[in-house]
C-alpha cells in the first residue's frame, strides 16, 4: 500500500518534480557494488516496493556492478512510470580489483552516457551528475573539460539535466559558469558535516544538496546522543539519521539505500519523525 504522502514532500530539479525522499540503488550489486546481487529477485522487489510507495527519485550509475544496477532497475521498472525520476552518474570505472579509477576524458563521459542510456533502457537521461574526486573525497582541479563534454551530450539531447558530485565548493562554482547545475551530490550525514556552509549556500540559489552516505554508507553511523535520541523517541537511529537530514534544510534530498523491504518501509516511515529544538541541538553537536 503506497504512503499517502512521502515525508518531506517534493523538490524541483530543473524542471523535474521529485519526492525529497529517494532511494540509493548502488548497493543493490553484488559485495564490494561488483558482480550480482545475492539476491536478484529481493532486488527487483525493493525497486518496485520504493515506486509502489510513491518514491520518484532513484539514485544510480552505470559503474554500480558494473552494469548491474542499471539492469536491474530496468528489468524491475521499465516501461518507466511517467513521474519517475532516474538519476544517474559518470565519470568513474571500476578495475579488477573493485576500485573505481576516475574516468573523465571527453571520450569515456560519451562512452558512459551511452551505457547508461542502453542499460536503463532509455532515449535520453533525466539527471547526470559529473563524479569528480576519487575515493578519498573531493579534489581540487578544473571541471571544465568534463563538464563541457556532458554539455555537449545535453544538447544533442541525450540529458536532461546536470549536476556534480564529490565536489569542492570551488568546483561547484565552477561549473556553475559552464552550465545550469541541479544538484549537488556529496557525502553528508549527523556524523560527517564537512558541507555545511556549501547547503546553505546552496539553499539560496535553489540548487538541491543530496547527500550520499545518509546512514553512514558500508560503516552504519553510531554515536551515544544519536542513540541517547532515538531511544528518548523511541525510534530506531537511522530514523533520527534520515528525519534530521529533511529538517537540516529544504533543499536535501535523501537517497538512502537499502536491499530490504522491511527497511525501506521502515525509513520511509521514520524519516517523518518530527524532532524538537532540543533533539536537533544533541544531534548538531555530533558532527561539529
Ligand atoms: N556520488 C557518489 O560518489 C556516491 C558514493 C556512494 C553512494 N552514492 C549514492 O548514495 C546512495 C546511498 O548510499 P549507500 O546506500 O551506500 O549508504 P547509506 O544509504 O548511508 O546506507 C546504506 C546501508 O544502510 C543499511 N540500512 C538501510 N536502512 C536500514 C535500516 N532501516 N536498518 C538497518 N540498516 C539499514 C543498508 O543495509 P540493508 O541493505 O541491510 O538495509 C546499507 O548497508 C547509494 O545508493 C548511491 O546511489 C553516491
Redesign the pocket.
Known amino acids: 500500500m503506497a504512503f499517502t504522502s512521502l515525508p518531506g514532500g517534493t523538490w524541483t530539479l530543473g524542471d523535474l518534480t521529485v519526492t525529497r525522499f529517494g532511494y540509493?540503488?548502488?548497493?543493490l550489486a553484488g559485495p564490494g557494488v561488483m558482480g550480482p546481487p545475492a539476491d536478484h529477485d529481493g532486488a527487483l522487489a525493493v525497486l518496485r516496493e520504493a515506486v509502489e510507495l510513491g518514491i520518484t527519485h532513484i539514485?544510480?550509475?552505470d559503474a554500480?556492478g558494473p552494469h548491474v544496477t542499471n539492469q536491474l532497475i530496468r528489468e524491475a521498472l521499465h516501461p518507466y512510470p511517467d513521474s519517475l525520476r532516474i538519476v544517474t552518474?559518470v565519470g568513474a570505472n571500476r578495475d579488477q580489483q573493485g576500485g573505481w579509477p576516475p574516468a573523465r576524458d571527453p571520450e569515456s563521459l560519451r562512452r558512459s552516457v551511452h551505457r547508461n542510456l542502453e542499460n536503463l533502457g532509455s532515449d535520453v537521461l533525466d539527471l547526470v551528475?559529473l563524479?569528480l574526486g576519487n575515493a578519498e573525497g573531493p579534489q581540487s582541479g578544473s571541471v571544465a573539460e568534463a563538464l563541457e563534454t556532458l554539455v555537449e551530450l545535453q544538447q544533442q539531447g541525450l540529458i536532461r539535466h546536470l549536476g556534480v558530485?564529490?565536489a569542492t565548493p570551488e568546483q561547484v562554482a565552477e561549473a556553475q559558469t559552464i552550465a545550469p547545475i541541479v544538484c549537488v551530490?556529496?557525502?553528508y550525514?549527523l556524523a560527517y558535516r564537512q558541507d555545511d556552509e556549501l547547503i546553505d549556500a546552496l539553499a539560496n540559489q535553489g540548487i538541491a544538496y543530496v547527500p550520499?552516505?545518509?546512514?553512514?554508507?558500508?560503516s552504519?553511523l553510531q554515536s551515544s546522543a544519536l542513540s541517547t535520541v532515538a531511544a528518548r523517541l523511541d525510534a530506531?537511529p537511522?530514523s533520527v539519521a534520515l528525519a534530521w537530514l529533511l529538517q537540516r534544510s529544504a533543499n536535501i534530498l535523501l537517497?538512502?539505500?537499502?536491499?530490504?523491504v522491511p527497511?525501506?518501509r521502515?525509513?520511509i516511515a521514520?524519516a517523518g519523525l518530527s524532532l524538537s529544538d532540543d533533539d536537533l541541538a544533541e544531534l548538531d553537536k555530533i558532527g561539529r
Open positions: 540509493g540503488a548502488m548497493q539514485d544510480t550509475a554500480y552518474k551528475n563524479r558530485s564529490n551530490q556529496n557525502m550525514n550520499f552516505f545518509p546512514l553512514g554508507g558500508f552504519p530506531t537511522m537517497i538512502p539505500g537499502t536491499s530490504s527497511h525501506l521502515e525509513n521514520g
